[in-house]
């Protein structure tokens, strides 16, 4: 299976699609101002099975592809957690906000 996973923050939008643990593609372009089209742009060539999309325009994702959401707290904490299982303080440094996020 082939997932992909989007970040559409609100300064770049960040694509990487997964195979059986290992990155397949990585692709990262500005936000822009009509962030749905550089979205799709990325999309265009890109092949996967199930796309997940988090980050401020996750909404707009599932509204304008079919593909699942999570915030991009839920995001971080998951996948800093299957990195770095000791971790228990995430930081997320955002282009306009920042997180702590505890997961004990």
Do not use: C, W
């Not at 936000?31 to 325009?57: H, Q, S």
């Amino acid at each position: 299976m082939r997932a992909a996973g989007i970040d559409i923050g609100s300064r770049s939008i960040e694509l990487v699609v997964l195979e059986n643990g290992k990155i397949m593609e990585a692709v990262k372009a500005d936000t822009g101002f009509d962030p749905m089209a550089v979205a799709k742009t990325m999309m265009k060539d890109i092949k996967f099975d199930r796309i997940v999309a988090t980050g401020y325009g996750r909404n707009l994702f599932e509204i304008a592809f079919e593909g699942d959401t999570v915030t991009e707290i839920k995001a971080h904490a998951r996948g800093a957690s299957h990195i770095f299982p000791d971790a228990d303080t995430i930081l997320d440094i955002g282009g306009q906000d920042s997180k702590v996020i505890r997961t004990n």
